[in-house]
């Protein structure tokens, strides 16, 4: 089976369409992830600084809680 000289050219156009293709999806695949990547740690930051104000006030709200339901037992 011999193979002419317009195959050869054609199989070896093919073969760099095709890794052309698969860098563009790599590139493209890196901006999503840079992307998604900064969104994340956007949303980590706003859930870190949430809970740099929400515990403290669960432990007063713990606090006082207890605080009363000492007292309303206190009273029963």
């Known amino acids: 089976m011999e193979r002419s000289l317009r ?5 070896v156009v093919l073969g760099l369409l095709v890794v052309v293709g698969v860098l563009l999806a790599l590139w493209v695949g890196g901006w999503v ?13 706003l859930i870190w600084e949430l809970l740099r104000f929400a515990i403290p006030l669960l432990v007063l709200a713990a606090i006082g809680y207890g605080v009363v339901y000492l007292l309303q037992k206190r009273t029963a």
């Open 7 to 11: 195959d050869i050219l054609e199989w």
């Open 33 to 45: 992830f840079t992307f998604l990547g900064r969104v994340l740690l956007a949303l980590s930051g």
